[in-house]
């Protein structure tokens, strides 16, 4: 016979043998947010400022930072080469250059720009608090085996389009071959040895500012690339002296490589195509003491461009089917 004075009451309540669970499991408290937030996976490589931590202003005040880091750059430079030239005797404002030395001019405009480098590394994570190698592709980081293709790619590209170039100079009667005399050792190794080692670093820090940089600065407000693939190409040309055909020469070279940047996830296919056109374009001169012509950017000869086409149509192409290929990473992960 049921007895409801035997029934056990509820577990927890007084008299129900209540099982205690004691208090919770210490748990240590949250650690500090990181500096460097990343970006969501999934992202395209123009938007990877959109970091959860990104505010209107934050582009601004990065692209602040570099455009002074570029003056500042500038004034230190010239100083340092101003010294260099007084203390060797290198005359100074000669035919319109600043110093009467080829090579010590070639220098200090490149290491001008080759040492902007870390200031556009340090808007990216002082000012945007995002880590710097976002800047160099959706991965992250350079990726040194893509770069590489890149390079060999653009070696080809360059070539063809040299041979192009000349192929339509003699095609309108215009001679090249002033472009392959011989200045002697001597005066040609320390040319060598400026171009082979500065380039690099000069061309990479334009694509970081010009197709890093604004593309991405652009991309934090807009969902379509284009603006801040033009701008950067209008800005990249407005640092150029060149007039008539060599506007349209840097402006299409600007666009293609902003396109790229976006197509290919990184700023690899243009730093290598940057690199080697400016490494192919300053040896010839300094091979053949032209050197101080070379650095004097004025009027390009229509016959120009043909090279310039050439060069760009093949390394898109060829470029965006190994890209294709290679399956390379185009979003974040």
């Known amino acids: 016979m049921y007895d409801p004075s035997q029934q056990r009451p509820p577990a927890g309540e007084p008299g129900g043998g209540a099982y205690f669970p004691g208090p ?60 260099v030239a007084q203390l060797s005797g290198v005359p100074m404002l000669v035919d319109g250059a600043t110093f009467g030395d080829p090579v010590l001019e070639l220098s200090v405009m490149l290491l001008s ?28 980081r350079l990726r040194w085996g893509w770069l590489l293709i890149c390079l060999l790619v653009a070696l080809g590209a360059v070539i063809l389009g040299q041979v192009a170039m000349a192929l339509t100079y003699a095609a309108t009667g215009e001679g090249v071959g002033e472009l392959f005399g011989w200045v002697g050792w001597e005066r040609f190794l320390p040319a060598l040895l400026v171009v082979v080692v500065l380039v690099p670093f000069q061309a990479a820090t334009e694509e970081y500012v010009f197709r890093g940089w604004v593309l991405q600065g652009f991309g934090a407000y807009f969902r379509n690339p284009w603006p801040g693939i033009l ?77 310039t086409v050439v060069q760009l149509g093949f390394f898109a192409v060829v470029t965006l089917i190994i890209a294709h290929k290679r399956a390379i990473q185009t979003v974040s992960r």
């Open 24 to 83: 919770p499991p210490w748990q240590a408290p949250p650690g500090p947010e990181p500096w460097a937030v990343p970006v969501a996976p999934g992202t395209r490589y123009d938007h990877m400022a959109r970091t959860p931590v990104n505010r209107w202003w934050r582009p601004l005040v990065g692209t602040v930072v570099i455009a002074a880091a570029f003056v500042g750059v500038a004034v230190v430079v010239l100083l340092g080469g101003t010294i």
């Open 113 to 140: 720009i080759a040492l902007v480098l870390p200031f556009v590394f340090g808007a990216a994570w002082l000012v945007q608090r995002r880590p710097p190698g976002t800047l160099s592709s959706v991965a992250g």
């Open 231 to 307: 701008l950067g190409a209008a800005m990249f040309t407005s640092l150029h002296a060149y007039t008539d055909w060599g506007i349209v020469d840097v402006f299409s070279f600007g666009v293609l490589m902003g396109w790229m940047a976006v197509r290919t996830g990184g700023l690899e296919a243009p730093i290598a195509l940057h690199v080697v056109n400016n490494v192919v374009s300053f040896l010839p001169p300094a091979a053949s003491g032209d050197l101080g012509d070379a650095l004097r950017q004025g009027t390009v000869p229509w016959q120009a461009i043909s090279g």
